[in-house]
C-alpha cells in the first residue's frame, strides 16, 4: 500500500494495465473521481484504464496494487471544466425558474462535447453529468461514439438518465437505456444509417423531454465521435443540429473549434438562444491509445456485458435450432465507389434496406441485437432489448449456440446482425 499527500487543486493520475486491479482509498481530505466524491474509507477499484483523482482542498489518498503509472500533477485543467460546468448549471437554473411560468416545459441545456480521438471528451462527459447530479440536476447522457460503448455494448447509439453519481466501478446506470442498434464500429461502414439513428436518438428524447418537465430542464450531455475530418466532420455537424445543441464544448483542437464556430456560430439551440462554442484544454493525464487498444476495449465492453463490470455474473449459454432466429441486417450490401460509376450517376443501393440473413457459420462470434420491432419492416425505426453473442454454429445439425445475458426466451422475434465480432475465450 501506498499513501499519497496532494495539495488542493492536484490530482492523483492513475494507470492500470489490462487484467490489473488497483484500489484507491480517501485516508482524510476530500477528493472525486470523474467529478464523483470518495467517501472516507471508501476503497474504489481501477481496472483496466486510466483515472485521475483530484482534490479541491486537499487529501491523503491510499492505493493498494501496483498501478503501471502513479504521479500528482499540478497542471490540471479542472478549474476550467468546473467553470464549464457552472455555465451549464446556471442554464439548468434559468429553465427551472421559466417552467411554473409556462404551458410547456421549459428545456434546460443541451451540451455536445466534440473532439478528435483520446482528447478527453469521455472522461469530461462523466465529470458534467456527476456535477450536474452533485448540484441537484438529473440530465440525460447520450453517447453517440459507436466505437466505445460506455453506455452499453460497442456499436450502438444509446442515452440514459443519469439521477445519482456515476459509479466508478459500475459504469453508466442501464436500467432503462434508449439503445439503437447500429452494428458497426465506425460511422463510415454506414453513414446513412449513422445520420437516420441519430435523428431517431434525437426525436425519443425530444418527446419524453416535452412530456416531462423535470426531464426538459435537466438538459443532456451528448458523447460524440473521435473522427472528425471528411466525412467524421459532416457526421458531427449533424448531431449537433439534430439534437439541437445549446452548448458546444471543443476539447483540444484549435482547427476543430475555429471550423465548428464558423460553421454553426448564430444558429439557435433548443433553448431559443445562439449556440455557444466553447474551447476546453485536454488534461494532462490522457492517454493516447493504439488501434489494437481500442479493439480490446470494445471486447472488454463486450465482455462486461454479459459477465458484468467485477466477473460476477453467469450469462447462460443456449443452442437452439437455426431456423427458430429471424436474422436481419440493415444496409450492408454492396455499392460500387463513385469513380466506378459512370459520369452524374449515383449508385442504386438502399443503405437502410432490411434484408433477411441466412445462419451460417461466419455468424460465430458475432453480436447480435434483439429487437423490439414487432414485425420485420419496424426493424429500422425500432430501439433493441439487448444482446446475444454467438459462439457456435453446427451446420450439420442445423442448430446455434449463443450467450445470453439470462436465461428463457428472447424478449424479441427479431434479430439484427452487423459486423461487430467480439472473442471472448
Given at each position: 500500500?501506498t499513501?499519497?499527500?496532494?495539495s ?7 494507470e ?18 470523474f467529478?464523483?466524491e ?6 474504489a ?9 483530484f ?12 498501478p503501471?503509472?502513479a ?15 457552472h455555465?451549464i ?18 428545456q434546460?441545456?443541451?451540451v455536445?462535447v ?7 471528451k469521455?472522461?469530461?462527459?462523466r465529470?458534467l453529468?456527476?456535477w450536474?447530479?452533485?448540484a ?13 460503448g ?44 449513422y ?16 412530456a416531462?418537465?423535470?426531464?426538459a ?16 466532420y ?14 458546444l ?24 438562444r445562439p ?20 479493439k ?14 467485477t ?20 444496409g450492408?450490401g454492396?455499392?460500387?465507389p463513385?469513380?466506378a460509376?459512370?459520369l452524374?450517376?449515383s ?27 414487432a414485425a ?6 425500432s430501439n ?7 459462439t457456435?454454429?453446427d451446420a450439420?445439425?442445423g442448430?446455434?449456440?449463443y ?6 426466451p428472447?424478449?424479441g ?9 467480439a472473442?471472448?475465450?
Open positions: 500500500m499513501e499519497y499527500k496532494l488542493k487543486l492536484t490530482e492523483l493520475r492513475l492500470v494495465a489490462k487484467g490489473k486491479e488497483v484500489f484507491v482509498s480517501l485516508h482524510s481530505g476530500s477528493a472525486e473521481i467529478g464523483a470518495l467517501s472516507l474509507g471508501q476503497r477499484r481501477l481496472s483496466g484504464g486510466a483515472a485521475a483523482v482534490t479541491w482542498e486537499g487529501a491523503t489518498l491510499e492505493v493498494e496494487g501496483e503501471d503509472v504521479y500528482v500533477a499540478e497542471d490540471t485543467p479542472m478549474v476550467a471544466y468546473v467553470n464549464a460546468h455555465v448549471d446556471n442554464l439548468r437554473s434559468e429553465a427551472r425558474a421559466r417552467a411554473p411560468a409556462s404551458d410547456a416545459p421549459a434546460g441545456p443541451r455536445v466534440a473532439g478528435p480521438a483520446d482528447a478527453g469521455s472522461t469530461l462527459c465529470m453529468l456527476n450536474a447530479v452533485r441537484g440536476g438529473q440530465p440525460t447522457y447520450v453517447d453517440l461514439d459507436v466505437g466505445q460506455t453506455v452499453t455494448a460497442p456499436g450502438c447509439l444509446a442515452a440514459t438518465p443519469v439521477e445519482t453519481p456515476i459509479d466508478v466501478e459500475e459504469g453508466y446506470p442501464v436500467q432503462v437505456p434508449l439503445v439503437f442498434y447500429y452494428g458497426h464500429v465506425t460511422p463510415s461502414d454506414a453513414p446513412e444509417l445520420q437516420y439513428l441519430v435523428d431517431r436518438v434525437a426525436g425519443v428524447l425530444d418527446r419524453r423531454a416535452e416531462s418537465p423535470e426531464v430542464a435537466a438538459g443532456m450531455v451528448v458523447n460524440t465521435l473521435g473522427w472528425v475530418e471528411g466525412l467524421g459532416e457526421l458531427l455537424l449533424h448531431v449537433v443540429r439534430a439534437v439541437k445543441a445549446d452548448v464544448v471543443v476539447m483540444e483542437q484549435d482547427r476543430l473549434y475555429n471550423q465548428l464556430k464558423s460553421a454553426l456560430g448564430g444558429e439557435e439551440g433548443s433553448m431559443g449556440l455557444q462554442v466553447v474551447k476546453l484544454p485536454k488534461s494532462g493525464g490522457i492517454v493516447a491509445r493504439s488501434p489494437q487498444a481500442r480490446d476495449a470494445r471486447v472488454a465492453r463486450a465482455r462486461e456485458y454479459f459477465y458484468g463490470p466477473g460476477a455474473l453467469q450469462p447462460h449459454a443456449q443452442t437452439v435450432a437455426a431456423e427458430q432466429l429471424r436474422l436481419f441486417r440493415i450492408g454492396f455499392r460500387a463513385s469513380s460509376l459512370p452524374g450517376a449508385s442504386k443501393a438502399d443503405p437502410l434496406k432490411v434484408s433477411p440473413v441466412a445462419v451460417g457459420p461466419e455468424l460465430t462470434h458475432s453480436l447480435l441485437a434483439v429487437s423490439h420491432a420485420p419492416d419496424q426493424l429500422l425505426a433493441v432489448a439487448g444482446f446475444v453473442l454467438v457456435g454454429v450439420a445439425r442448430t446455434v449456440t450467450l445470453a445475458p439470462c436465461g428463457g428472447l424478449p422475434r427479431y434479430l439484427l446482425v452487423g459486423s461487430l465480432k472473442f471472448l475465450d
